[in-house]
């Protein structure tokens, strides 16, 4: 029965003028080769299309002794997830007159994966220890945020700087400035 089906089939091939006979070796080879590009063209276009949109942006407490324990929210707005999200800052200020030097640190916790759309704070592991006096006093914050998108292998990173500063009313206002290399 089965050696009746394949000669039926080998003579509609016939009929309709195909070759009954494989590919070859070389033809498989070169059509391999192709996808293997087009694959390559592709995933240039994801990262050249769609490249990761992430900010960094101070959030601001309510209660009057955390004014300057900052918390930092970092929003994914991209199509594609984010992985390995860690952050460092460095600040330095004014404090009663007096010029601080830059302290160094990591924020807490890193984040191992923030979805598309979706937004994660991190906050100084250890709060700033201080409230301004006056209101020439402030605090200039460095933040480095470290991430890798989820079609690369490699890490983005991205810098942003914010300048905390008394208000008359007591309140500490966050505002971006920009960075200075």
């Known amino acids: ?15 309709q003028g ?8 070389w033809s498989v080879f070169v ?6 590009w087009i694959g390559i063209f592709l995933w240039i276009g994801l990262i050249i299309f769609y490249p990761p949109r992430v900010s960094v942006n101070p959030i601001g407490s309510e ?14 707005n991209s199509t594609f997830p984010i992985y ?6 460095t600040w330095a200020g004014r404090y009663g007159g007096n010029e601080m030097s830059a302290v160094h640190m990591a924020l807490e916790p890193t984040i191992r994966q923030i979805e598309a759309g979706s937004r994660r704070a991190q906050a100084l592991a250890t ?13 200039d914050v460095t933040v480095v945020t470290k991430f890798r998108s989820s079609f690369v292998w490699w890490h983005s ?3 942003r700087r914010f300048l905390g500063r008394r208000m008359a009313d007591n309140s500490v206002k966050w505002m971006e400035i920009p960075l200075s290399y």
């Open 84 to 89: 390995d999200v860690s952050s460092e800052a």
């Open 31 to 36: 059509r391999g080769f192709y996808a293997v």
């Open 63 to 76: 209660k009057p002794g955390e004014a300057l324990q900052p918390k930092f929210e970092i929003s994914n």
């Open 18 to 25: 195909k070759s009954t006979q494989t590919r070859s070796g």
């Open 157 to 159: 990173v991205i810098k």
């Open 127 to 139: 709060s700033l220890h201080f409230t301004p006096l006056a209101q020439d006093d402030f605090v």
């Open 1 to 15: 029965m089965k050696l009746m089906i394949d000669q039926i089939l080998k003579k509609q091939q016939l009929r």
